[in-house]
């Protein structure tokens, strides 16, 4: 599963953004999809996840409440749509996919770049 992540950038506290991720030749064995990120001196972050086949999502409580994620299924593509983003939400943001039957996040797109300045 090769995954594409976009939509990163340079954006002032209170902004919104949009990542995301696409997932061409998604395998039909792909069970759900998540968004981390990593700031420098922490440790990386799981910050939602959605199952593929429902839609179901779950948050980190860091972003819940701000972070919404989603998918596009005919365009195999997952969001994440970035609400009153601070300070503390610069960091690299991934996305991966995870099969079934597996319990890691084997799959994971290249990292783009989140900067919040005030």
């Known amino acids: 599963v090769q995954l594409q992540a976009s939509g990163g950038g340079l954006v002032q506290a209170g902004d919104s953004l949009r990542l995301s991720c696409a997932a061409p030749?998604?395998?039909?064995?792909?069970?759900?999809m998540g968004w981390f990120r990593q700031a420098p001196g922490k440790e990386h972050e799981i910050l939602a996840r959605?199952?593929?086949?429902?839609?179901?999502?779950s948050y980190s409580d860091s972003v819940k409440g701000r972070f919404t994620i989603s998918r596009d299924s005919v365009l195999a593509t997952v969001y994440l749509q970035m609400n009153a983003l601070t300070l503390e939400d610069t960091a690299l943001y991934y996305c991966?996919?995870?099969?079934?039957?597996?319990?890691?996040?084997?799959?994971w797109g290249q990292g783009t770049q989140v900067t919040v300045s005030s």
């Open positions: 991966a996919a995870r099969l079934r039957g597996d319990v890691e996040y084997r799959y």
């Open positions: 959605i199952t593929w086949s429902d839609g179901k999502s």
């Open positions: 030749g998604r395998p039909l064995s792909v069970s759900d």
